[in-house]
């Protein structure tokens, strides 16, 4: 399907740029604008872009369902926060004390 007259780019075409991000690195941010660079275009009027946004959300859904890793693999990122937390606690922080007072 012609997603954008403008540079007469297809469905297929911006479907195949966005898996090929995706397999160079799977947790990139993939935008509308990368995917132009890669194709070497640029968005003439942006009507398209609702569109190639909505094409890169299905097929990086799709792309991290296919390629899901067991919940026990998966840290969530609050998870991790947390972890972090508890190592940093007791270590001392180069900042004012609580008790000190400005003269």
């Known amino acids: 399907m012609l997603i ?3 540079n007469m780019i297809t469905s297929k075409e911006i479907e195949d740029i966005v898996l090929d991000l995706l397999k160079a690195d799977p947790w990139q941010l993939v935008v509308p604008a990368k ?3 890669e194709l070497n275009r640029r968005a003439k009027c942006a009507g398209c872009v609702p569109n190639v946004v909505d094409i890169i959300v299905q097929v990086t859904e799709n792309y991290h369902a296919q390629n899901a890793h067991p919940p026990g693999d998966v840290v969530t990122f ?3 926060l947390e972890k972090l937390k508890k ?3 007791g270590v001392r922080r180069e900042r004012r004390s609580t008790g000190h007072r400005a003269a």
């Open 87 to 89: 190592q940093r606690s």
């Open 4 to 6: 954008c007259q403008c």
């Open 35 to 37: 995917v132009y660079s």
């Open 78 to 80: 609050q998870t991790g």
